[in-house]
């Protein structure tokens, strides 16, 4: 196939980049931008930050994870490297786009807003790349996005995309907070979604039960806080297991709504945290053996909270796949994995302490000296892939890196691959019989193909009629 990738569209966009005098719209035509073939593969992918072979495996053995277990025993399986520093604003968005930080240029968490006021979070417009999902949709392929790192402002998609500023979390704690504009694509669908946010100040205290044995003391440390603090178990483990339902409350809305409106989108990502920050600070309990001076009882109690972190993630994928159909591919990445530090967490400074909590707890100095600040854990270049279903050939193993994830989505879903990104398709992952049905074709890129700056016009009400016109006729705009 030659005609790769061609139409009055593309030609249409380059216009409007070359002389910023749009060209008639009454040019473009309705079909996708990208010329794909219809391999009929659904790609569901689940982003798990911080998730490790280390903890699965043995959980694995026992029996436990059967959906994991499920995948893997059906499809493929192996260590997905990670790229340093690892940082998961700048891990999540490699996954995404399929270049490195230098290219889509989310490097950090937070970066500074240049007038000396608080530090922004990572979000949508430093990015400069584009994201698979912006491919897909110029190809016609259905995206639905929940919670990914840096996609907000929403930015227009083929579908919907639910950005990552919709509750309190960790990070939007520490940074420029929760935020009123741009938390979804469509817009109005924010106040649909809003009733599913979980309030880190009223936890859901059945879910956390069913991760963490709480006794007295520590169910006091863990409702006082008011803020998350940097490296302390309770408050973070209560931001983001909040921020995670949040976002599983949020998918399993948009994908019953799906489901009765025709089906699920064609691709659909969820991203899960809770993970990362349990790891971070109960990884001692975890692997005690790493680690001197644990406190036995403590030891007893909380020795299954990473564990458990595991199984909520198992029977949550569970969940998600009961409404897949059979031509989806199942995907679970995470950015890297963890390790032991070897150091405790030890009393923290008070004063910090003190400022984060509420109530009697902030008032009577002597609750503190329980109160532990610390990384247990600590990020690990080997992550981990998973997929099966579809073409995903069983008993596969594979060697990946976190710029193979944009390829090989590209390729399973029928779009060319395009020859500037860095990764390469993981074919050893792949039925045979599909690589002959659907050999991989390539484009030089799709950066001159989708304009961008057109594409984030579309979010904006006021923008020029001819730019909304063409991004409707594209579809990412309704
Ligand atoms: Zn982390």
Redesign the pocket.
Known sequence: MTRSVASALALVLLTLTACGEPETSARAPAEPVVDSQATGVKVLLVGI??ATFSVIDPLLEAGELPTLGGLIGDGARGVLRSDRPMR?PALWTTVSTGRDREQHGIAHFTEDDGEGGEPVLANSTMRRSLNLWDMLGAAGRTVGIVGWWATWPAEPVRGWLVSDRMTRSRWSEWADGVKQEGLTYPAELADELLPLIVDPLDPPLDEIREIIDLDEGDEAELLAAQRPVRAHGPSVLKFALSTQITYERITDHMLARAETEGGRPDFTAVFLIAN?AIS?TYWHYHEPESFERLDPDRLARLGPVVANVYRRNDAYLARLLEGADDSTVTIVISDHGFKASGKLPTPGAKRRLREAFSGDFAHADDTFDNVTVGQSGV?HPAGIFIAGGGPIRPGATTEATLFDLTPTLLALMGLPVAEDLPGRVLTEILEPEFLERFPIRTVPTYERIINRKALLAGADAENDESTMEMLRSLGYIQ
Request: proline share 0%; hydrophobic share 0%; aromatic share 0%.
């Open positions: 930050d911080g998961s990362d971070h990020h």
